[in-house]
């Protein structure tokens, strides 16, 4: 096997993100912009965007310009969004790359719209509108002039028009209703001056699944193209699957008599003749530097103790008597039947599933199952 050769690596089942963006498909009845910003949510951005352009996403969302060159040097053919802000000096990269921007400043507008008059080509924007995320966007009632000025631009192509929803994870809150009735009020507004943008989108992955509302003519998952739940209270169906695992191996095994200190400032202190273990995770591969952290070996949970080193960590194997250098060691992922999810980390770190993949390190090689 290929991950014989490493220590510490993460395998992606491309099959899973096909058909979690399949499933999103078919749930929402509309075509999908997969959200690959942040090397896919730590996944692997070519390779995840390979997936979801062969499972039918129309679009590949991304945060910055240089993430969406990397997808189109990449072969990738789907119409790319940047979500984020782009430097205006940059839009040629923009032009040549076919590549969408986001507008969401007049003075930005202004810049890019003097500089596309020069190019050939219309650059082309979507126009975001902050309907209560109190982030990126214009405010709704400043729409239709804007819209005007914009589509009197020769550089410019209106492309689309999308808001973002701050709370669509907490289902019961009555923001999301409130930000998309605002949202809704701007097209029809806009649409009594008959601009009607080709592209209108305003749900992430709690929102396409939560809100149909929301839902318009294109969805924007991020989390859940991955598998990963929105939050405990925006749980995804139980068809969607997680793509990753976390994997590393048993480095060392000995067995230290009774006192003797683990790891730096000695923070842990075997109580008896103990067998610890040595596997090849840090904090530096994206554990957290915390306490309580656990693993998987032989199918058992098994407490990380110690301070977490940068490169390397300790595990107290007293119940895995058959454990062994070279053993797989899970931190996320399955063993038979038992798991670590991202959430349940998530949990124990006072973060969110998100924070944990996305800071999955670089150095961590990627396995692409199912490719
Ligand atoms: C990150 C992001 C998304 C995806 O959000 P998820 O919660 O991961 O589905 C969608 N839209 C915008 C503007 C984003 O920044």
């Known amino acids: 096997m290929e991950f014989d050769i490493y220590s510490n690596w993460i395998e992606i089942d491309l099959e899973a993100i096909r058909h979690n963006i399949k499933e999103l498909q078919y749930i929402t009845k509309q075509p999908v912009m997969a959200v690959v910003k942040a090397n896919a949510y730590g996944h692997g951005l070519i390779e995840v965007s390979q997936a979801a352009e062969a499972a039918g996403a129309t679009w590949c969302g991304v945060a910055r310009l240089e993430e969406a060159v990397v997808l189109r040097h990449a072969g990738i053919r789907c119409r790319i969004l940047v979500l984020g802000f782009t430097p205006p000096r940059r839009i040629m990269e923009a032009l040549e790359e076919d590549i969408s921007l986001t507008i969401y400043d007049p003075e930005v507008?202004?810049?890019?719209?003097?500089?596309?008059?020069?190019?050939?080509?219309?650059?082309?924007?979507?126009?975001?509108?902050?309907?209560?995320?109190?982030?990126?966007?214009?405010?709704?009632?400043?729409?239709?002039?804007?819209?005007?000025?914009?589509?009197?631009?020769?550089?410019?192509?209106?492309?689309?028009?999308?808001?973002?929803?701050?709370?669509?994870?907490?289902?019961?809150?009555?923001?999301?209703?409130?930000?998309?009735?605002?949202?809704?009020?701007?097209?029809?507004?806009?649409?009594?001056?008959?601009?009607?943008?080709p592209w209108v989108h305003a749900a992430n992955s709690a929102a396409a699944l939560y809100f149909p509302k929301a839902r318009y003519g294109l969805v924007r998952p991020g989390i859940a193209v991955y598998g990963l739940h929105p939050s405990e209270k925006a749980t995804l169906p139980l068809r969607f699957h997680p793509a990753l695992s976390w994997k590393t191996r048993l480095i060392s095994v000995k067995t230290l008599p009774q006192g003797h200190g683990v790891s730096y400032g000695h923070r842990y202190y075997t109580s008896q003749s103990e067998r610890i273990g040595v596997i090849a995770a840090g904090y530096a591969d994206g554990l957290r530097r915390i306490s309580n952290n656990f693993a998987l070996i032989h199918a058992k949970r098994v407490p990380i103790v110690g301070t977490v080193c940068m490169d390397q960590c300790m595990l107290q194997l007293d119940e895995v008597p058959e454990a062994a250098v070279g053993d797989e060691v899970v931190l996320i992922g399955k063993q038979d039947d038992v798991s670590i999810t991202a959430e349940e980390v998530a949990k124990l770190w006072g973060t969110i599933n998100y924070e944990v993949v996305c800071g999955l390190a670089k150095r961590l090689p990627r396995i692409y199952l199912n490719k």
């Open 109 to 197: 507008a202004h810049a890019y719209a003097a500089l596309a008059q020069e190019s050939k080509t219309r650059l082309r924007v979507h126009v975001k509108f902050d309907t209560g995320m109190g982030r990126l966007g214009m405010y709704p009632e400043e729409g239709v002039e804007f819209l005007q000025w914009l589509y009197a631009q020769p550089g410019l192509e209106l492309e689309g028009i999308f808001t973002h929803l701050a709370r669509a994870d907490e289902p019961d809150e009555p923001t999301t209703d409130q930000q998309i009735d605002r949202f809704q009020r701007l097209i029809e507004g806009l649409r009594a001056y008959g601009l009607r943008p």
